[in-house]
DNA sequence: GTGGTCTAGACCACT
DNA sequence: GTGGTCTAGACCACG
């Protein structure tokens, strides 16, 4: 399991962990009532402060995909993956819908905008 | 002219005001040479500090947008329409970039994005 | 007699206006006796406003190269071109400290300033 | 590390510190990557409101000589000098520029200025 | 009345 | 404790 963060990101270091744990969570990498690691683990493997880590941790808990129990360790709830799936159809929806709003602010033609976001996507890949 | 802040966004006021007044330089409403309401009145009609009107006004100025006077008032560069399409442009891509690493942090199908986003404004447009 | 000023320039008008005046009191081209321009007309030669000139001309006053009589006009003082031209070697020791003291500032190498000062200056002759 | 400015010079205080600071990176006293003291003890060694010296640090992100991430602290920039170095370049001829245009408004002799700026840095040095 | 600077003090999100 | 934003109110030089 690994995990990679951009500190540079707009998007704070706790919630990209968030992410890239609900994400091996919904890849099926981290499966239901398996142990996640614990936060100073987690802490060491994405770089990251033990409070930040923490932070995530409960993020997650409070989103009911895990479950942390004192002295044993935090555990992916049984439904994580149903849930993970339903919040990303939500969180995507939410992200573009924020995209649109910006892009209207900037003044920009919203026709063009799926366009211009393929192109984008066709340079990433070449840029590979 | 008119102005509507959103002050629950997470974009600050400031940058609001600023991307508001390049989109009236952009459209043409504020014409190169023309004057744009003094940083006062501006104030008044975004219901903002006038601090915070004269940093959205600062900042035009370094993005060479916009030529402030002293005793005079603030000025549209002649060659703010060329600039604010330059500005435009790298902006929205910037936005884009931002959205593509924000959906793949989150484990979505990149292929997916644009469609998706078609769709999402598509149903924006059926809901006014 | 023409007035050439530059708006965009850091120094405010009313400053360029009176070294304007002054160095035609140096040169002769305004004697020692002789009226000066009405403010009104002044002005307009400068493409000003009346009380941009007004304050040249009261600064003009105050230093005593220049002597207002109610309702007949203002006329240049007898030793105007002593006094200006003590105060010009007076102005340009002040105006190279203030560079020096600048440069400093920057963290330039003091040494080079006079060459670099003279390639500017040649620069200068080449575009013209 | 010392910060002494001027309240009495034309120069904003914010503006001193800019300078100041820049100074720094450019001497390599600050060097790349290493973290600048946080905003609210540069106000402290500065003797002037938090908001000020924010504004400066803002104004040297802004420059791209520094790099900050909320809840962390502030950073040089790895490619500091070398932009620290091409803009003192750049403030310096602008300086320049300035001296001779106001040279020339007071009516001296500009191919005398370098001699004259050369002695007047030989008797600043004599006064040490 | 114009833009610009500065202070003071508050609140925020993030580490 | 870190940087960032915002308000409020004051003062300044300039036109």
Chains 1, 2, 3, 4 share one sequence.
Do not use: H
Request: net charge positive; glycine share 6%.
């Amino acid at each position: 399991m690994q995990i990679s963060l951009r500190p540079s990101d707009p998007l704070p270091l706790y919630r990209q962990l968030v992410e890239q744990l609900r994400r091996q969570i919904l890849l099926g990498i981290l499966a239901p009532g398996s142990r996640i690691p614990p936060v100073r683990d987690l802490a060491v493997m994405a770089r990251v402060n033990r409070n930040t880590a923490a932070r995530a941790v409960q993020a997650l808990e409070a989103a009911g995909l895990v479950c942390a129990r004192v002295g044993r360790g935090t555990f992916v709830a049984d439904d994580a993956p149903v849930r993970a799936r339903a919040s990303l159809g939500e969180a995507l929806d939410a992200l573009l819908d924020r995209t649109i709003d910006e892009a209207r602010l900037l003044g920009a033609d919203l026709e063009e905008l799926p366009a211009r976001l393929a192109a984008r996507l066709a340079d990433k890949e070449d840029a590979r």
